[in-house]
């Protein structure tokens, strides 16, 4: 089975083949192109949109040409409907339906935060893990539970990625800029106290956000690592309580925000704690891409007929415990 | 004696931020309640905490046992060490009762955290694996993130997180349960703070990524 996956939630216009042989799956293509804002700014949506429908054709026939596959090849299409920004959504859904009815290919509208989740099983062969989420959209502690990812923890106003992001452009920085905050805090140890806010298994950072902001004046280096310190710190200890809730013997990172060392640090020091096993989505692969919307394609087709044309939707806000999960 | 006392130590479970260790104290069957240090985080964040919090459920446990609520008695707290020494209490976790019991016991708990807030406490820490079932009476613990608050938002904060376990972990009887447990709660609040605790629960979650806002 081949199924292309087109990604397409916020700044990443992607699209990515995969082969599924039994319960196996092989990436053969994921091409992507990133909308950068101007520096200091964020993703304007409909500039993003504007990107996105700009690369699309350039990054469909890349995808298509790495993969060695022809177009007629493909057995179906899966695009991101949702959760994500609405203009940037409906380019996706749009190649996706385009594609569909032309060539008559059955179609799959598919949750991105769970995309990350399955594509993150599926790379690392964690089998019932606790999953950590966390990225630009999303920064949510979770546990499969009688057919549905259930939430066990999550941020309470804004996510570990906007945190990262904001802070970065208040300092001039093109987002996303957790790469630049993770450099710039390395070069400082100096701590400077900031708000630490654990709520049970959730975290809130719209205090740390303010208050950052505040010490950023009396020198980067130690506002950064300050930052990334008291947040990581704080998603640790929601993890922790998650992991002695469940207790999960596996815990799965992915999203944007995974590829950060700093953060990954502390979760593998939690990991030893709990005699659990870490599994982290392989960088490339962690962040938003075309391969996590074509896996969960192919996961859907297993137990599901694609859906007409009619009742393929894209849906801004689609929480990722309202999904059924079958297979 | 420490090291007397040490050698008698039997861990009992590692917890999310203590572990939790079965010894005595002056000859009673004691839980030893350890926040040790984590080599994850900074120190000096490290040190605030753990510090903050072992005075705080110190502090706290005793500060509720004037008004009723059952808890486990406090023996010994050595500040220095982030360790409490509290009273063994047996017993089941509310987490591993069965469903119809779970409900049953939502009432008592939406009862008992009735108590603390109308009294100006949050738990802050509100799951089913903090309540223990004894032979007599429901006993809570685990007040390291309690605070002292009268605000209609953080007692809301309180209600969300249980309302978020329940739907986590207990997502047969969420509903049955929650019901059970607001009942108990009005019982003690009344109806009109509770609706309005209830009422900022929702400005909470609909604050949350991805809530149904569109």
Redesign the interface.
């Known amino acids: 089975m081949l199924c292309l996956g087109i990604e397409s939630t916020a700044h990443t216009f992607s699209c990515a083949i995969i082969e599924k042989k039994r319960k196996q799956g092989r990436i053969l293509s994921d091409v992507r192109k990133i909308y950068r804002p101007p520096e200091g700014e964020g993703i304007h949506p409909r500039e993003a949109s504007r990107h996105h429908a700009e690369n699309s054709p350039r990054v469909l026939s890349e995808c298509l040409q790495k993969a060695g596959v022809k177009i007629n090849d493909l057995d179906l299409v899966s695009y991101a409907a ?2 994500g920004l609405g203009p940037c959504l409906r380019i996706g859904a749009v190649v996706a339906r385009s594609l569909s009815s032309y060539y008559d290919m059955p179609i799959f509208p598919v949750n991105h935060a769970l995309g990350h989740i399955e594509l993150g099983k599926m790379l690392t062969g964690a089998k019932d893990p606790l999953v950590l989420l966390v990225s630009g ?4 502690i979770l ?1 499969f ?2 057919k ?1 990812w ?8 804004i ?1 570990l990625g906007q945190l990262l992001d904001q802070i970065g452009r208040y300092a001039g920085f093109a987002s996303p800029c957790g790469t630049k905050i993770e450099e710039i805090a390395s070069r400082s140890s100096t ?1 400077v ?1 900031l708000p ?1 806010v ?5 975290v809130s950072f719209s205090g740390l956000l303010s208050a950052t902001k505040r010490i950023m004046p009396k020198g980067l280096e130690s506002a950064c690592f300050s930052l990334q ?2 947040a990581f ?1 704080m998603m ?2 929601a993890t ?2 998650a ?4 207790g999960k013997k596996e815990l799965l990172v992915v999203g944007g925000v995974a590829a950060n060392k700093r953060l990954s ?2 979760l593998v ?2 990991c030893k ?2 005699n659990c096993a870490f599994f982290v989505a392989p960088k490339e692969y962690a962040g938003d891409c075309g391969s996590q919307i074509s896996w969960l394609g192919l996961l859907e087709s297993s137990k599901k007929n694609g859906v007409q044309l009619a009742d393929t939707f894209v ?5 990722i ?1 309202t999904v059924e999960v079958p297979y | 004696m420490c090291g007397r006392l040490l050698s008698l130590l039997k861990l009992l479970k590692r917890g999310a931020e203590a572990d939790i260790y079965l010894t005595t104290w002056n000859g009673m069957k004691s839980i030893l309640k350890i926040r040790k240090k984590k080599d994850y985080r900074n120190e000096i964040l490290d040190t605030r905490i753990r510090t903050l919090r072992t005075i705080r459920e110190a502090k706290m446990i005793s500060e509720v046992k004037s008004f009723g609520v059952s808890t486990p008695l406090i023996y010994f707290v050595n500040q220095k060490k982030c360790e409490i020494f509290l009273q063994y209490v047996s017993g089941k976790l509310v987490k591993d009762l069965p469903g119809n019991v779970i409900i049953k016991i939502c009432k008592e708990i939406g009862r008992i955290v009735g108590i603390l807030h109308k009294n100006g406490i949050m738990h802050g820490d509100l799951t089913t694996s903090n309540f223990i079932l004894t032979k007599e009476r429901l006993i809570i613990m685990d007040f390291g993130l309690a605070q002292k608050t009268e605000k209609v938002e953080d007692h809301a904060i309180d209600l969300r997180l249980f309302k978020e376990v329940l739907n986590s972990a207990h997502v047969d009887i969420v509903g049955k349960s929650w019901q059970s447990f607001l009942h108990g709660y009005k019982k003690i609040v009344g109806g009109t703070r509770m609706e309005r605790v209830i009422a900022q629960v929702s400005v909470i979650e609909k604050r949350g990524r991805y809530a149904n806002v569109v």
């Open positions: 949702g959760p959209g999303h920064t949510m546990a539970l009688s549905k259930r939430v066990f923890g999550e941020t309470l106003d996510t701590y106290q630490y654990v709520k049970g298994n959730d310190e008291t710190s640790g200890e922790e309580r992991l002695s809730f469940t640090d502390i020091s939690i704690r709990h849906r801004q806000s689609w929480r415990d």
